[in-house]
């Protein structure tokens, strides 16, 4: 059973960078394409940036396009999401999973952004 531990988020105001981890362990991510997902208060969960086992393809949500860049090291086991110029709507939790996901889900790291 895979398991997911995000870790990085917190308090960080308007403008400000953010640097997400997601450290897997109980399987190897080498092979998939994993992804980062966030949930805002009263929102469902929505999809963020993904990238390819390889890193040769990163695909991102239109609202965070040039803002957010993904990237992993599979010799860790990891990924991460670096977040710059964060605005208030980018509060949120932040999962990492494979795409699609599995069905088993991290505790997430909690991202604010102060106006």
């Known amino acids: 059973q895979v398991q997911l531990v995000e870790s990085g988020g917190g308090l960080v105001q308007a403008g400000g960078s953010l640097r997400l981890s997601c450290a897997a362990s109980?399987?190897?991510?080498?092979?998939?394409?994993m992804g980062w997902y966030r949930q805002a208060p009263g929102k469902e969960r929505e999809f963020v940036a993904r990238i390819t086992s390889a890193s040769s393809w990163r695909v991102y949500a239109e609202s965070v396009k040039g803002r957010f860049t993904i990237s992993r090291d599979n010799a860790k086991n990891t990924v991460y999401l670096q977040m710059s110029s964060l605005k208030p709507e980018d509060t949120a939790v932040y999962y990492c999973?494979?795409?699609?996901?599995?069905?088993?889900w991290g505790q997430g790291t909690q991202v604010t952004v102060s106006s």
């Open positions: 109980g399987r190897s991510i080498n092979i998939y394409t």
């Open positions: 999973n494979a795409v699609p996901p599995w069905s088993a």
